[in-house]
């Protein structure tokens, strides 16, 4: 499904990707760890189509085109999805007046006709429940007054509506409580299929309790040092990443 | 001739074409004056003949370029008077009768179906001030410049000397005047016309007003409108007012509205420009009592080579009153805008809660705007603030938005919406509510030219939202 080979990317001039790869297949959750600066946040816009870096090598191919000349809101309208660290506030855009018109716009895309303000009030229903999310959210300006968790859960309100194919969630689970954390990774788990995939990118091990990857990578310094099962994971958690700093 | 000889770049000459017209018209203009106004607009016309208009060194008008408007070739009318006029022949939507408190001024001249002055079962008189003069000239006497300021120059001397036709609102004491006042001022002239419509409101001690003035040119000729409204709100009074502006970009206006609250009473005001060639719209309000509160706000989507310049003055004369500016604009292309909103606080106006804000969105590198809030306090124990932003649409908004599949356009309109949404939102009329923000929308989209009329009434044969009052 996503395939990126040699990915070197920088900001202002200084490298922060230096030869990335990475290959993500049907069905298959990605976990990418690493310590702050390693690259993380930047690999997850480079695949969202944020414009502030500059692409100096490499290549990033999705559903077998190259993403990189897809503007954000096509590869959106496509099935990429992100997840972000930091949710927006926007005051004034209410949330389901901007979700209508992100799920129309991708239908609009797959030649699908619009759905009606009662249907898509009907589909609201239904995520809201998939996954636990009190109605409350829906009713407000995008993110606007949130606390850290509701604007996460938002994320995950979104991705349940967007159902995208492949999801990129940038360290969703970062300052969350148990409670918080368990409806993310309820989401991602509730919208697990075999045809679409989710790259998790976190900090911790935490949230690999409650999704299961089937393969954790590490990035270090603009690349991925390392590779391995979900064991991976917890071995990090043992032993820091001052074990594969030193490795390699 | 080409157009530019008719413009004559001194001040100087336009003022005394201008005073020649005065003394030679004088018996005309004077027509239906008592001796009061009379000497109002004599003692108007010496100051302008002494004062002149205001240059770029005259502080409140640096940032507007005024000498375009110094045109030789204005025709002032002084014969129209108002008029009975099949009004649909003109408008393409039916303005409505004083039964729907819809009103129209026709090149500065009182438009009616039926009667210039109507006098409502409750005790609201609703028409001409022409005819006001005539028939209430106690009422007119005493109100008409009790708060309009000479002493500044230009405009406002200008307009009270010349003044002749306008709207005038008398609502006596204890009236709740249930449906919207809708003022439609429509320029429609071949030649360029400077006019100078004069409006008196007066609502009585707790009373309840809405009135609803908008600006329309029928044709992209050149006019230039000078108007001055006066409007009083006695102790407990409530007066809801709006000024939806979308004129052609060979138009000019100026507004200059003067505001007193007395005790207790409540003012909203809101300034919607839309579109203008050259738009100013002067606020100046005098909280003359306690308990007063006022919401002055403003929004103003401006493009191409349009400029909008608003001027909000508060005078907190009495102690324990509340005002509250908002005023928020776009602009576009190479178009420029001018917020200065002054606030003065007096020394025994103890307990005062004054605030203002001016937010801009500037799209293009070329769109400016000058703002300049001001707080000018001395008592000690008040609540003050005010601030002033200018930026771009956030990038982290937009490409939040972006990244959920909206296009950049959507994304824009949606952001746009969004700021524009804080001022509409405010709007209390639902109906009226609603048409502001489809027609807000619709000018962000760059859909909304002149030719869309009257927001309200206009492209239905039916004004929708004063049929739902009425209900």
């Known amino acids: 499904m996503l395939s990126i080979k040699n990915l070197n990317v920088s900001v202002e001039g200084k490298p922060i990707l230096n030869g990335l790869n990475l290959e993500v297949k049907d069905g298959e959750v990605h976990a990418i760890m690493g310590p702050n600066g390693s690259g993380k946040s930047t690999l997850a816009s480079v695949i969202a189509g944020r414009d502030y870096f500059t692409i100096e090598q490499g290549e990033v191919t999705y559903m077998g085109k190259n993403l990189l000349e897809i503007p954000p809101e096509v590869r959106a309208k496509e099935g990429i999805f992100l997840g972000f660290q930091y949710p927006v506030e926007i005051p004034g855009v209410s949330m389901t007046n901007f979700m209508r018109t992100a799920i129309n716009e991708k239908r609009k895309h797959q030649g699908l006709k619009p759905l009606s303000g009662a249907e898509f009030l009907k589909l609201m229903e239904e995520k809201k429940k998939l996954v636990k999310i009190e109605s409350k959210l829906a009713n407000r300006s995008v993110n606007e007054g949130f606390s850290g968790g509701e604007k996460k859960k938002n994320e995950i309100f979104q991705l349940a509506l967007l159902e995208p194919k492949l999801a990129v969630l940038d360290e969703t689970d970062s300052g969350l409580d148990i409670d918080a954390l368990k409806v993310v990774a309820n989401g991602v788990n509730m919208l697990k299929r075999k045809d679409n995939a989710t790259i998790l990118i976190t900090h911790y091990q935490r949230l690999l309790d409650y999704v299961i990857p089937d393969v954790v990578h590490v990035l270090f310094d603009g690349k991925i040092v390392k590779s391995g099962g979900k064991e991976l994971a917890l071995e990090l958690e043992e032993k820091g990443y001052n074990w594969i700093t030193k490795e390699t | ?471």
């Open chain 2, 1 to 471: 001739m080409p157009e530019s000889n008719n413009i004559s770049n001194q001040p100087e000459v336009f003022k005394n074409t201008l005073t020649e017209l005065f003394e030679n018209n004088y018996d005309q203009i004077m027509e239906n004056s008592s001796g009061k106004i009379k000497s109002l607009r004599q003692k108007a016309f010496g100051i302008f003949k002494k004062n002149g208009f205001p240059g770029k060194k005259t502080e409140n008008w640096r940032f507007t370029d005024l000498n375009h408007l110094f045109r030789n070739d204005f025709i002032i009318d002084f014969e129209t008077k108002s008029q009975k006029v099949d009004i649909s022949n003109i408008f393409t939507c039916d303005v409505y009768d004083l039964d729907t408190y819809c009103v129209t001024l026709i090149n500065g001249w009182f438009a009616y179906n039926n009667s210039p002055l109507t006098k409502l079962k409750n005790g609201t008189i609703i028409g001409s001030l022409y005819k006001a003069m005539e028939i209430y000239p106690e009422i007119v006497e005493k109100y008409l410049g009790s708060i309009a300021k000479l002493n500044e120059p230009g405009f406002v001397p200008l307009n009270t000397a010349f003044m002749q036709d306008g709207l005038f609102i008398y609502v006596p004491d204890n009236v709740k005047v249930e449906k919207p006042v809708q003022v439609i001022n429509i320029v429609d002239s071949q030649k360029p016309v400077f006019l100078q419509p004069r409006n008196l409101i007066i609502t009585g001690k707790n009373s309840n007003l809405t009135l609803i003035h908008c600006d329309h040119t029928l044709t992209h000729n050149i006019s230039f409108t000078n108007t001055v409204s006066e409007v009083i709100v006695d102790q407990n009074g409530y007066v809801d007012h709006y000024k939806v502006q979308n004129k052609g970009r060979n138009s000019s206006l100026i507004t200059s509205l003067f505001f007193k609250q007395e005790k207790g009473s409540k003012l909203f005001n809101n300034a919607i420009t839309l579109n203008g060639g050259f738009t100013r719209n002067q606020v100046d309000l005098l909280i003359n009592g306690e308990n007063c509160s006022a919401n002055l706000n403003g929004l103003y989507l401006m493009d191409n080579n349009q400029h909008v310049d608003n001027q909000v003055f508060v005078d907190h004369k009495a102690p324990e009153s509340l005002s509250n500016q908002l005023y928020k604009g776009i602009l576009d292309d190479q178009a420029s805008g001018v917020f200065s909103g002054k606030v003065l606080v007096r020394r025994d106006s103890q307990k005062s809660q004054a605030f203002q804000n001016n937010k801009n969105i500037l799209l293009k590198d070329d769109a400016k705007v000058n703002t300049q809030p001001f707080l000018e306090i001395y008592a000690d124990d008040v609540k003050c603030s005010h601030g002033a932003t200018v930026g771009q649409l956030d990038p982290n908004a937009m490409f939040y938005l972006r990244s959920r599949g909206l296009s950049e356009r959507t994304a824009r309109q949606l952001l746009m919406y969004a700021f524009a949404g804080e001022v509409v939102n405010k709007i209390s009329v639902e109906p009226l509510r609603e048409n502001i923000i489809k027609l807000v929308e619709k000018r962000l989209k760059g859909e909304l030219s002149i030719c869309d009329q009257c927001i309200l009434s206009c492209n239905s044969r039916e004004p929708k939202f004063i049929q739902n009052i009425v209900d």
